[in-house]
């Protein structure tokens, strides 16, 4: 689609409202779209897609463009050097003094660029990668993150198989291939509206990172277990839990937003589950938590964190992010997991999970919690996948990043609590 005069305009637009950096973006969207009821799909589509172009490479483009370059010259900036739309193709959508400034940037050396202008991370957020990994090993890493992620499918195997689904969508001409870890995982070459699909109305498919679906394969609940998924958010992985149990057992979806609860609602009407019990909570010392110490067999953490895994969907996040925020969600994140550790009946599985890459929000918190709590032990996650039948080694803990997996960056520790005189196999 050519840009015009009056998308780059609408597209600056959005752009001045999200470089504030104030709310996040997929909000700031969606409240600029309720605004322009009379937009065209094709236009809405424009403006999303290059608006997140433009968030992901802010830092080089600044640094190309100048750094104080106003939305509207970010966004030609971004059309010309990224896209590659020359002169003749841009000349009707832009002034002529905004052609003529366009033909003054200089060309990009990289060698000239400082890491962080090359990679488009905050400078604090290199120093904590780069503890880890070398330069060549955090560009990989970089150039992965600032792609636009692909639409992952999870098929709701209670009501029909994967290879079914994919047949399905092949006849309504959307193509799909099976995902490379988890069994249950499409992933579609396109991103069509799926919402009014039939396979989505009807619950046979949701919509869910790859990776994330493996959490609920080392969580691996079993039938008519008590099962608690701590921080269930609008329940993604607490469908994909259900549908493990085959609606059996008791799962309990707590979350701390009532509004997230409500979002989850319709899904689970959708998917069939009759097990699933959400539950608002005021923090994880909740009476209601406390009720269930000792009772559960198996707790999914999945901690509120930076979210620096998932920037290839929330690029403003790398933005509005700062080590004071991950400090305090350091904290948040270590007290829920002692609370939820608190509901594990001995011989019982706990995985803690974060979509962060950052060491501190992950590795960190759980060997601060194995110290504190010799009652738990470190269960291999490359052996329970293995015994998933995923063919992916990671190491003992999960470690997922896109450019090496296809998938957002996840982590996750899977604990399990010793039952008193013995040392068992993994429940």
Sequence with gaps: ???????????????????????????????????????????????????????????????????????????I??????????????????????????????PS????????ERTDLPDWVIERLSARMDEASLLSLARALNQQAPLDLRVNLMKSDREAVAATLANNGIT??????????????????????PLYEKGIVEVQDEGS????????????????????????????????MRSTGRLYAFDVSEKRLLKMRPRVARSGLSNVHPVLIDSETDIKVKR??????????????????TLRRNPDLKWRQTPAAVDELRAKQASILAAAARLVKPGGRLV????SLLDEENRAIVDDFLERHTDFVRQPANALLAAARVE????????????????????????????????????
């Design 1 to 75: 689609m050519k840009p015009t005069d009056k998308l780059i305009d609408a597209t600056a637009d959005v752009l001045a409202r999200l470089l504030r950096f104030e709310y996040p973006a997929d909000g700031v969207l969606s409240a600029y779209f309720r605004e322009q009821r009379a937009l065209q799909s094709r236009d809405r589509a424009f403006i999303a897609e290059h608006a997140y172009l433009v968030l992901r490479r802010l830092r080089w483009l600044r640094a190309i463009a100048g750094q104080n370059a106003g939305p509207r010259k970010l966004l």
């Design 77 to 106: 900036a971004a059309l010309a050097r990224i896209e590659g739309l020359g002169l003749k193709q841009l000349a009707p959508a832009v002034s002529r003094n905004e052609a003529q400034w366009l033909e003054s940037l200089p």
């Design 109 to 116: 050396r990289a060698d000239e660029l400082s890491l962080g």
């Design 176 to 197: 799909a291939e099976a995902g490379r870890w988890s069994p249950w995982a499409l992933r579609l070459a396109e991103r069509p509206a799926l919402t009014k699909n």
């Design 213 to 244: 679906q493996l959490l609920a394969l080392l969580l691996a609940p079993k039938r008519g277990e008590m099962v608690v998924d701590f921080c269930a958010g609008a329940g993604g992985k607490t469908l994909a839990l259900g549908a493990m």
């Design 292 to 309: 269930l110490a000792g009772k559960i067999d198996r707790v999914l953490v999945d901690a509120p964190c930076s979210g620096l895994g």
């Design 352 to 355: 803690y999970a974060t979509c």
């Design 392 to 427: 992916l080694d990671t190491g003992v803990d999960l470690e997922l990043r896109p450019d090496q997996h296809g998938t957002d960056g996840f982590y996750a520790a899977v604990l399990e609590r010793v039952i008193p005189g013995k040392q068992g196999e993994p429940s």
